[in-house]
């Protein structure tokens, strides 16, 4: 007769094995809970990142269930985690113990088991585009750029001249004109990306097409800043990050795995550039988590998109501010539920709050400032952020200076509105942009009035 189930000692070498060998990111948080016995955050984190397809979280999903930590003890359920876990790559960690466990299971614990590989497992997430995800779009044509003018080489506090690079994502109109940037990654962190915007906003570009037609698209691209070495290689932050990645580390597959798709000169394939990214993902890290959201509605013009929406909110829940102005967005289109609404709001606020991104602030500050979702609206905070915005190393976005307007006549400060509005609209001028939806807001603060509305309309498509 088998047993009902095996040796203490066995399942407490499941999970500490693992546990011990697979600490990152916000499995790292994870690890900590568990170590400290606070099974249930625990609990909670690991399936956080058991539904993004990271193995050693179902795996360690499934010993706690076997030996009843955080959950109440069910043979089946740990089973099915522990399947799900093999499917996903964690077959070493696992070894030779699933078929004696399968073999051991009642028919309801089978079916418990099935319940969790069906949705968690390697095929199911596939399926949802979690895994192997497919950001191809061969009936768009992309966007693509004419001409950039040679961006300027800043002026460094310390002085230096190191090699940089920052990628951009920038939203490509009908007329060829780019709009709305928002950098993705700047290594240095600061200085370049000024430079980079505008050099973009002054660039020419042709318009995605699809079917023939011309669209709007979001397009991502990279300006190089050859500095004293002339190797980006050279840079600290990648000497530091290259090792890293192989080992494994989230934040570095992020870095080095951004940069390869875009930049060979590092020594990453393409190939290996997309998996880091996938990989840091998967192990909870929210800018990858991020971008993967942003592939996956830029597909979705050509085939049923990986799962969008759960990419955006893990990235929201993890921190990175433009996931959380998105994931704003997102909850406030059409008929929003109360719930919706103060969450949306909730959002903005903690986007707000991280002022070294430029394009969430900067999003956060138009809806909080002009949201046709009363609920939304908070004119003072909007204040805030848009002092914050004048005062920032950005100033050629003519965006920018419409979302201050905004929130200065959300603040019924009528003459600040229709001042900022100007230059905006000068700005907007001086690229070659359409003008018309700028001096019709322009005419509205003139007459003391607020303007409400969609006020960054040209800011990238929603999730599907």
Partial sequence: MKSERPPLRLLS?????CLAGAARADFEAALKEYKAGNLDAAHTQFLQLAELGDCPSQFNLGAMALKGEGVPKDRG????????????????????????????????????AAAVTAHFGHDALRARGIVNPDFSCPSLAPAAVVEVPTPEYPRLKGGGAPDAIVISALTIGT?????????????????????????????????AKSQGTAVESRLEAKLRFVGASRSLASN???QAALPQASAGSPPAQYLVGLTGNFDASLGVTAARAGQMLIDAARAGNPDAQYWMSQQATAAAACHKPADARLWLEHAAQGGNAAARVRFAQ????????????ARARELLEQALAQDNNYYAVKHAVAL??????????????ALRGAEHLLSGEIQSDPQLFETVAAAYAANQRYDDAVAQQRVAVHKAQALGWSTAAMEERLASYRADRPWQGDLLAQGGALLP
């Fill in 175 to 207: 007329d060829g004109h780019a709009r709305d940037p928002e950098i993705i990654l700047s290594v240095p962190q600061s200085g370049f990306g000024a430079s980079a915007v505008e050099a973009w906003l002054n660039s020419s570009f042709i318009p």
């Fill in 330 to 341: 997102l909850l406030l289109h059409g008929s929003p539920a109360p719930a919706d609404v």
């Fill in 236 to 238: 600290p932050a990648y």
């Fill in 77 to 112: 359920t740990g089973v099915g985690w522990l399947q799900a876990a093999q499917s996903n790559g964690c077959s070493a960690q696992i070894g030779d113990r699933l078929p004696g466990l399968v073999a051991s299971l009642t028919p309801e614990q089978t079916q418990a």
């Fill in 368 to 381: 909080l400032a002009a949201s046709p979702v009363e609920g939304v609206r908070d004119a003072p905070a």
């Fill in 13 to 17: 070498l499941l999970v500490f094995s």
